[in-house]
């Protein structure tokens, strides 16, 4: 018997015609491993979210979901709770208690579960995940893999025989990333607990499933086992080929090749090995350009600037030093809680160094007035986009943006229009900014920011909960600002994205700078904070950072 069983699910929200789910029929046996993929908007979250009903978002609903053969909503909450685990993308929104072991024993407290039994669960969570060490700390002093890691731990306490995951690593670096994912499969594997689990970013989770479930438009375009998917979409010339693997994609685009696609790192390096078996490599290393020198002033600046939150708290920022030239796209890395975030909000001016300086084109930023800062000089996406959502729907957050602006009524319609077009929410405007999926309210929130024109445009995590088409378009928009003179700092884990597209990048650790150079040098010289395509043609190619790089490499020694 299947342990969900979904037939013809069409799912409407509020307020608008667009299904959302449109005749969805999908089974997942237990013990299964399924990756859920597709565009943002796709219908991902919205389908794991009528799996608990507790989670199921009002609206019109049609079809059926059935758990261990019965009818979903005929099971009762303490079963859906024990039985049916859920974690979320963001990993502060699943957090409700203050310290480590009480998040651990919360769920079970709230099932009435024996005292006895709790300490026994709780102390095998914390063992399995290697949360020991960290046991009695505050929650908030966790970083961001961390607290994922507490949010599965505290589900898989209940010993759930359903596990769902809605992005769940769209928030982590790409070393929690992997980690987690892997005591994802681990759980899997070990316990036989069925996973479905929806993921923009698939070079570590694609491999790793049984069954990939693409989705397109609220339908199922395309479900079997991984590399049959893949090759079936590349049949189909799909759009959804492009957020494939990088191995996949490499192979698929390298003329001649014959061989069985692969999915991993690891598959791909043997492939690559054998297409150039026989090849005298004539080219080794893409040709870069020689850095341009920064004749200008630098848009943003940090001189040896130092920051904690708390006054006998820990340092953030150690003596951290950066410039960026005006114009340039500028890439920042670094793990979980190094002080990214931080680092942005020091150059907008939100927090202020307790020694050092942060300048803003030449000036101290405490040196200009809050609103000239933030009219046209200055603008910062945070890490939550639905901090800057305040209004009803869409079009009343655009609109507030251009309220103290003395514009007509065309004019700002005409702005918004334009705003909407780029971040491609035209038909997302009257709907309300939380009933919009996770890529959704990025795009919404990267246009209310947008809207202000600034000269100094700072990203945080802008391609989180993005799929790769989108990515592409954002790149564009990205060049066309920085053509025009805006300088755009981002911070970001999405090494793909920073590699391809980024004029210059740098890692942050403990606190500073620890390196900064041009994309290929930077991403050619690292193991882990470097591309799949990287990994995968090292051995062969010095400097191929991007897929492009590879297939351009192969192509020409094979001429």
Not at 171 to 191: C, E, H, M, S, W
Request: charged share 30%; with cysteine; glycine share 8%.
């Amino acid at each position: 018997m299947a342990l969900f069983e979904i037939e013809n699910l069409t799912f409407s929200y509020p307020g608008t015609e667009k299904r959302a789910l449109n005749g969805v029929t999908l089974s997942v046996e237990p013990g299964e491993f399924v990756v859920l993929c597709g565009k943002s908007g796709s219908g991902k979250t919205t389908l794991l979210r009528h799996l608990k009903t507790a989670l199921t978002p009002f609206g019109t609903r049609e079809g059926e979901v059935r758990f261990r053969g019965m009818p979903l909503e005929k099971a009762d909450l303490r079963t859906q709770t024990e039985k049916i685990g859920f974690v979320l993308q963001d990993p502060d929104s699943q957090i409700v208690t203050d310290r480590v072991w009480h998040e651990l024993a919360f769920g079970l407290e709230s099932l009435g579960v024996p005292n006895p039994e709790i300490r026994l669960r709780v102390a095998e969570m914390a063992d399995y995940f290697g949360i020991e060490k960290w046991f009695r700390r505050d929650v908030a002093e966790l970083s961001g893999g961390q607290k994922q890691l507490l949010n599965l731990a505290s589900v898989m306490a209940m010993q759930p025989e359903a596990l769902l995951l809605d992005e769940p690593t769209a928030q982590l670096d790409p070393i929690a990333a992997a980690d987690f994912l892997g005591t994802v499969r681990k759980l899997n594997q070990d316990l036989g607990v069925t996973v479905l689990l929806s993921e923009h970013r698939l070079e570590n989770v694609f491999p790793m499933a049984d069954r990939a479930v693409v989705m397109d438009d609220g339908k199922i375009l395309a479900e079997g086992e991984p590399d049959e998917v893949g090759e079936a979409l590349r049949e189909r010339n799909a759009e959804m080929f492009a957020a494939m693997p990088a191995p996949m994609r490499i192979w698929s685009a390298v003329e001649g090749a014959k061989a069985p696609c692969p999915l991993t790192v690891r598959d791909g390096r043997r492939w690559l090995s054998v297409y150039l078996a026989e090849t005298v490599l004539r080219q080794t290393a893409v040709t870069e350009e020689p850095a341009k020198e920064n004749t200008e002033e630098n848009a943003l600046e940090l001189r040896e600037v130092w920051f904690r939150y708390e006054k006998e708290g820990p340092d953030v920022l150690r003596g951290a030093d950066l410039a960026v030239p005006k114009g340039a796209l500028f890439a920042v890395l670094g793990g979980n809680g190094a002080g990214k975030s931080t680092l942005l909000k020091i150059a907008c001016g939100v927090c202020r160094p307790y020694r050092g300086k942060a300048l803003l084109f030449g000036k101290r930023t405490e040196q200009y007035k809050e609103e000239e800062r933030f009219s046209g000089l200055a603008a910062m996406l945070p890490q939550d986009p639905r901090c800057l959502f305040v209004k009803k729907t869409v079009r009343e957050d655009l609109e507030e943006m251009l309220s103290g602006q003395k514009l007509s009524a065309a004019e700002k319609a005409e702005r918004i229009g334009r705003a909407a077009a780029e971040m491609e929410i035209a038909e997302l405007l009257d709907t309300h900014p939380y009933d919009l999926s996770g890529g959704e309210q990025q795009r919404a929130a990267l246009a209310k920011v947008l809207l202000t024109e600034p000269r100094l445009l700072l990203l945080d995590e802008p391609t989180k909960g993005i799929d790769a088409f989108f990515k592409r378009k954002l790149a564009e928009l990205l060049r066309k600002l920085t053509a025009r003179g805006v300088t755009v700092v981002l911070v970001s884990h999405d090494v793909e994205f920073c590699a391809s597209y980024a004029d210059r990048a740098a890692l942050l650790f403990d606190g500073e700078v620890a390196a900064e150079d041009t994309p290929r040098r930077f991403f050619s010289a690292n193991s882990f904070y470097t591309t799949a395509a990287s990994r995968m043609s090292r051995h062969l190619f010095s400097n191929a950072v991007t897929e492009e790089d590879v297939i351009s490499l192969c192509r020409s020694n094979r001429a």
